[in-house]
């Protein structure tokens, strides 16, 4: 099981700086190498049947650019730039393993045969994943992969609260709290926020945490996430919608006007950029708290959770864009999974199609519009809340549920 805290840095002025320009170094690197990948693909894509009538590449043709072969030229990097010396050699291989990893997401097709844009640009297709790995602006690149930590070779280390950097040296942690007992350190990444320098540390256990067993669920709940209610349960509670963004909108806005008002690259400008990113960094942990709070709440109560199979992305696109990017559901629903994972618990992704039709007692297809906010079922008669009767249908999943003392106790 691999688990990801993060710490406060505090290092000097002197080590902020240090950290800042091996990020620069690294960024250069990466459009470096970018570059060369994109142009052994423009010297090597030529269709064999035809010729172009606006260019064709001439000269030799250049061998494959892969991580292997960028790996080796790191040594000539460093001959030709002396200041890549100050730069941890793993740091600029994890650089280059999240280029060629980038790089993959968009050539090769995974296994339903979906890959990113067309080679060398163009819109996207249908069914594209990844668009193509762009140049990295100045300050794009603000973090720094340590692969191995408190390891011989390794070029972090951890030691009584401070954290010794190769090319860096020791910045004190401030460790809120402790590293479980078991999880050994496996990776450590720095990271530059609004608010100052973090550090993230990937911790492992060989430990599998153990689900409770299928035969052993006593408890489940069907969820429904909406824009009017944050979440609806199938045992009729209701979470109400925070709208962190809504409510820092008035405040944002003045801080974004300020900031059109600074001469642009003035170091008035930069302070109001730096405000403007620790209002967003706000509203961000925010919203992350609320969602722990509330996974850890259905955790706690119930064995087995069921929620619907959104298509988020496409409701993105719609006239509620913002509002449901504020509420974030994918994000909600990632942690959700991931704290049932830590706690033993189950979570199953059920079909969307006609919960918000169907009726939950006798199945009747009751088509309403989206301002209706009432279920009424002309069949049965019953009366209740459209997400209520959602969340009752995607409890169908609960072999042991009783529908109507369930509903009894509703009304």
Request: charged letters at 25%; aromatic letters at 6%.
């Given at each position: 099981m691999i688990l990801t805290y993060q710490y406060r840095l505090q290092p000097t002025p002197e080590q902020?700086?240090?950290?800042?320009?091996?990020?620069?170094?690294?960024?250069?690197?990466?459009?470096?190498?970018?570059?060369?990948?994109?142009?052994?693909?423009?010297?090597?894509?030529c269709q064999i049947d035809r010729c172009s009538l606006i260019s064709e590449p001439i000269g030799e043709i250049p061998s494959k650019v892969d991580y292997y072969s960028q790996a080796a030229k790191l040594k000539d990097t460093k001959s030709l730039f002396p200041e890549y010396k100050d730069v941890y050699s793993d740091c600029q291989q994890q650089n280059l393993m999240r280029l060629d990893k980038a790089w993959k997401r968009w050539l090769i097709p995974d296994k339903n045969g979906k890959r990113g844009r067309d080679v060398l640009g163009g819109s996207f297709p249908p069914k594209a994943r990844f668009g193509r790995p762009k140049f990295k602006k100045q300050g794009d690149i603000c973090s720094i992969t340590f692969p191995r930590v408190n390891s011989p070779k390794a070029g972090a280390h951890l030691i009584d609260g401070?954290?010794?950097?190769?090319?860096?040296?020791?910045?004190?942690?401030?460790?809120?709290?402790?590293?479980?007992?078991g999880f050994e350190i496996k990776q450590a990444t720095i990271v530059s926020k609004a608010d100052g320098w973090y550090v993230s540390f990937s911790i492992e256990d060989n430990t599998?945490?153990?689900?409770?067993?299928?035969?052993?669920?006593?408890?489940?709940?069907?969820?429904?996430?909406?824009?009017?209610?944050f979440l609806t349960t199938s045992d009729a509670e209701a979470i109400a919608v925070p709208q962190f963004y809504r409510k820092a909108q008035k405040v944002l806005a003045r801080q974004q006007r300020k900031l059109a008002?600074?001469?642009?690259?003035?170091?008035?400008?930069?302070?109001?950029?730096?405000?403007?990113?620790?209002?967003?960094?706000?509203?961000?942990?925010?919203?992350?708290?609320?969602?722990?709070?509330?996974?850890?709440?259905?955790?706690?109560?119930?064995?087995?959770?069921?929620?619907?199979?959104?298509?988020?992305?496409?409701?993105a696109r719609t006239r509620l864009a913002k509002s449901i990017l504020d509420v974030a559901w994918r994000t909600f629903l990632n942690i959700l999974q991931a704290v049932a994972v830590k706690?033993?618990?189950?979570?199953?992704?059920?079909?969307?199609?006609?919960?918000?039709?169907?009726?939950?007692?006798?199945?009747?297809?009751?088509?309403k519009d989206l301002s209706v906010r009432v279920h009424d079922c002309p069949n049965c008669g019953i009366s209740l809340d459209r997400d209520l009767n959602a969340m009752l249908k995607c409890d169908s999943f609960n072999p042991n549920r009783e529908i109507g003392g369930r509903l009894a106790s509703i009304g």
């Open positions: 902020a700086v240090t950290l800042s320009h091996q990020g620069e170094l690294l960024r250069r690197h990466w459009n470096y190498s970018l570059g060369e990948r994109l142009d052994w693909l423009r010297r090597t894509r401070n954290l010794k950097l190769s090319k860096i040296g020791e910045i004190p942690v401030i460790l809120h709290r402790s590293i479980p007992d599998v945490p153990l689900s409770l067993p299928i035969d052993e669920i006593k408890s489940a709940l069907g969820i429904d996430v909406g824009l009017e209610k008002r600074q001469e642009k690259g003035s170091n008035n400008y930069k302070a109001q950029v730096n405000k403007v990113a620790r209002l967003h960094l706000h509203i961000a942990r925010q919203r992350k708290d609320f969602h722990y709070l509330a996974a850890h709440y259905l955790c706690a109560n119930y064995d087995l959770i069921g929620f619907e199979k959104l298509n988020i992305k496409g409701l706690c033993g618990k189950h979570t199953q992704e059920v079909d969307a199609r006609g919960t918000s039709i169907e009726c939950c007692n006798c199945g009747e297809r009751v088509v």
